[in-house]
Structure formats: structure tokens, C-alpha cells
């Protein structure tokens, strides 16, 4: 499984040009998001949203700010737009509360506990709470760790893919509301995915510094 | 694959304990890290530069100001302290051109291309450069991906870990500069991930809402 899991590592890529005639099957895409849904987050809280688009009329919609996402997005066989929560987040919010309640199933005096751990580490560690931008953006952290994890996922199972930060976020936000029924007054967006087989090979052989150029041991 | 891979994900949980008697073996390791290694990040410009702690007493001052992960890191066999490169990631920056020249091996006409793409992508799209705090969180987000990848691979070989973003920051940032060698100016704390092997089995039942509470199928 070592090699295996490596390999999958090596093989994926930014891929530039999908093959719009091949379509991810519904269990392999379920297998990618699944990896997503398994992926850790911050005192778990799942920060997530995902929005599956496959009609290419809507992923064209959904793409119209993008300059580094939409031919990409266009090929490809499903486009995976992640958001992620802001104001929910807050400690002491209902959302927590419920989410520790009725997800993570946790007794009263855990959830107290774990609420003002989670309040000293917003406020005081982190500094989490400055802004909304400092908000939305730790979120957004934790959305990151899942796009690692269904990157990989994707590649284990020979699905090419395409990570896009390449859009205006404040016009794509915009779109998401008018057109796709999400409530960007809770949700921001963190990135896009898209998955599908590439066209042809890697057109680059993947490039990383050596392991000596950037680990320290102490 | 497919099984094996979801396997290590249900497997991966927050290890509060380790058995402080083992150690992961040196070949683990480094296969954690090439997990890191191997990540993408935007435009590929791995912002990310890691410590490795092995040494107790060193861990012990590493953690000082951690609240979430002290104990974790005394009990495991790997502290792992993930730095992100802060203003070195400006478009435009030496760096970045050098980074562009010797790691990626790309022509001078395109890295011209893509450092203009990279600064309308900072400057309009997502407004990174608004703060010295927005360009430090869109780096760290990259390191999120790695972070996945990282505790996916422990997971794959048997190896237990513990993501660690309970710590005071500013503080922490502090000792690494002043105890560990680490140039601040340069570099940002994102996270601390501990590696090693449980003490028992794990004590919660792992909790996820269903597919269907946050994926959205337009």
C-alpha cells in the first residue's frame, strides 16, 4: 500500500485538459467524497460545504469569474465547488452547540468544556476573530485538508483532477447566490475541484524541492 | 486500494496518547513526509518548510505555550512544527523567481506569464496582499493540503497522530525564533502534527455527518 499510495501521489497533477467524452462514475465520485467527509478539521467541527455541479451549461454559470478554473472546469467531468462556514464558527454560536449535540453526540459538560477551550483559542491563540476575513480564512483552512485528501483519493483510483483558486471570489460568491441557492451571508468560497480523465499524458514532469531543502531536524 | 485507502481514513483520529516507547522507524517517516513533500499547493510554490522535534526536552520547549498538544508531543515519537513562508510569496518577489528558475525549470517567458497571473490573482481575485495576516493565511492554507496527505500516509503504515493548533501563536512563534534557529521574519507557524503510536485503542467512536447534510448535487 506504500508504493501504491506514493504512486497515486506522484501521478497527480494540475491536469490542464480533460477528455469531456469520459464521465467519473457515481461510485468513484462517491469515493472521492467520501474522502472528504472522513478528512479532520479543527475540534471537528466539519467546516464544509460541498456543491457537485456536472451539467456543463452550470458549470459554465458557475465558472464565468474564473480565468484559471473555466476551460478546466468546462472539460472535465464534475466540477466541485467547496465552502466553507464563518459566522456559524464563532464559539458559543448554536450551530456549535448543536453540532456538538446532535453530530459529535458529546454529554452537556464536554460540550461546555470544549466551548470555552475552543472561545480561549479563537480569541486568544489564534487571534481568529479579528475580522471576518481572519474568520472565513481559518475555515478555510480546514477545507484545505479535505482537498488534500480527495486529491489523493481521486489519483488512487486514476481520476485526474484540477484544483482552481483562479477566480474572483467576491463576483463567483455573487454567482453562487443568484444562481445557485447558496446563502453567502453563512457560506464563503474556499476553492474549486475538477475531476475527470485527462486528455493525453502530463504535459510536465511533476517538479518538488528535495526533502533537504526544506526539513529541518532539530 | 479503494477499501484500504478508506480504511486508513476511518482508522485516523486525534491520538491523545502515545505509547511513549515507540518509535517510528525512520523509512515511516520519510514516508510521511514524502506525503507532504508531494502535495500541491498554488501555482506549486510550496510554501511550506518543516522542523522535526524528536528529542523530549525539545519537544517540551517547542510546546511551551500549547495548551492542546503538550502532553500529545511528550508521548509521541515525531514532533512535526509546518512552517509557511509569509512575504517571500509576494508576486514579483526574488523567491518566487528563483523558485520559478530552479525548482520548476520553467523559461523566462513564462515565468513572466505566471508571476503576472500569480499578482492579479493576489491583488484582485482573492486580495491576499490586504494584510500581512491575509497573505500569511492563504500560505498556511496550503499547508492544509500537505497536512491531509501527512496524516492519510501515517494512517496507511499503522502510524497514530495528532494535528496541534491549540497553542498560542504569537508565543510560539517567539521560542522557534529564539530556541530553534527559525527565521520569523521569513516564516509563520501553521501547525504542529505529532506522530507515534497509541496507547490503546481509540476512545471515540469517529463521528461524521452523512453525505447528505452537507453535499449538495445541483
Not at 477545507?143 to 484540477?162: E, W
Amino acid at each position: 500500500m506504500k508504493d501504491k499510495f506514493l504512486e497515486a501521489m506522484w501521478n497527480r497533477y494540475a491536469c490542464k485538459e480533460f477528455d469531456e467524452s469520459r464521465i467519473v462514475g457515481k461510485e468513484d465520485f462517491e469515493f472521492i467524497l467520501e474522502a472528504g467527509r472522513l478528512s479532520p478539521s479543527s475540534f471537528g467541527f466539519e467546516p464544509w460545504e460541498f456543491l457537485v455541479i456536472t451539467d456543463p451549461k452550470r458549470r459554465l454559470e458557475a465558472t464565468e469569474h474564473s480565468w484559471g478554473g473555466r476551460d478546466r472546469a468546462m472539460g472535465a467531468s464534475h466540477l466541485l465547488v467547496v465552502l466553507n462556514r464563518k459566522d456559524d464558527l464563532r464559539a458559543g454560536s448554536e450551530y456549535l452547540d448543536g453540532f456538538m449535540k446532535d453530530v459529535q453526540k458529546l454529554p452537556q459538560d464536554i460540550i461546555e468544556m470544549k466551548s470555552g477551550a475552543f472561545k480561549n483559542f479563537q480569541e486568544d491563540d489564534f487571534k481568529i476573530l479579528e475580522s471576518e476575513r481572519t474568520l472565513t480564512d481559518w475555515a478555510g483552512k480546514q477545507t484545505y485538508i479535505a482537498m488534500g485528501n480527495m486529491l489523493t483519493a481521486g489519483s488512487v483510483i486514476g481520476v485526474n483532477s484540477c484544483p482552481i483558486e483562479g477566480f474572483h471570489r467576491e463576483k463567483t460568491l455573487e454567482v453562487l447566490d443568484e444562481k445557485f441557492n447558496i446563502d453567502t451571508e453563512k457560506f464563503d468560497i474556499a476553492y474549486m475541484l475538477a475531476f475527470g480523465y485527462a486528455k493525453g499524458d502530463a504535459p510536465f514532469k511533476k517538479t518538488r524541492r528535495e526533502m533537504g531543502d526544506f526539513v529541518h531536524f532539530d
